[in-house]
């Protein structure tokens, strides 16, 4: 069986995006000692080296990254890191769920196979049933907040930014019924970035005499 791994970014209070769908805002109180920290470009980009098929989702979100990336490709001024990024990303295996996505929208990008959102669970379960490595949903709140909620989610990685947003998305919609087991912790000095790694398995019932 593989492994479903979701990694997001996070405000402290809580913040997927803020209420134009950017993160930019976000980033108008960064603390100076934090300017140009990439340890979360580090993070991402080893988790998409042990992953075999990437999941995107969302026409804005999916097409946006995979422009904004193939734009990073070729750009002699882009970090390394960030460079390697585009690489892995727009080399790696693609499912994209969106119900809007043509054949012709991705073209110009490979290893694209699109599905449609009523056919997501069935094809993540897919996936997870075959032979292959790891499956990475990077950003794609909407997907995998509906994922947990199958009971889809092996791992969720959530990396927590020194920042508050005040307003925004949430990063869930509901609460899943699911239980998190602490896997580990990670914090870097560099930039104020705090990793906890959560196993997620499906929520036991708990028993009367505990709920009184």
């Not at 969106?98 to 959102?117: G, K, L």
């Amino acid at each position: 069986m593989r492994m479903l791994t979701v990694c997001n970014f996070v405000t402290v209070d809580g913040r997927y995006e803020d209420d134009d769908h950017d993160i930019v805002s976000f980033f108008e109180h960064q603390h100076p000692d934090y300017a140009g920290a990439d340890s979360f470009d580090h993070y991402t980009t080893g988790l998409l080296r042990d992953s075999d098929t990437l999941v995107l989702s969302g026409r804005r979100s999916a097409l946006g990254n995979l422009g904004y990336w193939t734009g990073v490709r070729g750009n002699p001024d882009a970090s390394a890191i960030r460079r390697e990024f585009a690489e892995l990303i727009l080399g790696a295996e693609k499912l994209v769920v969106s119900d809007t996505i043509t054949e012709a929208d991705v073209a110009p990008y490979d290893n694209v196979r699109i599905v449609r959102v009523n056919e997501s669970r069935d094809a993540i379960r897919s996936l997870k049933e075959g032979d292959g490595g790891g499956i990475l949903i990077l950003l794609g709140r909407v997907l995998w907040n509906d994922l947990m909620h199958a009971g889809l989610v092996d791992e969720l990685h959530l990396v927590t930014f020194p920042l508050i947003a005040g307003s925004g998305v949430p990063l869930f919609d509901a609460r899943p019924p699911v239980a998190l087991k602490l896997l580990g912790t990670h914090s870097w000095e560099s930039s104020g970035n705090v990793l906890m790694r959560w196993r997620v398995d499906g929520a036991a019932p708990v028993e009367a005499s505990r709920r009184t």
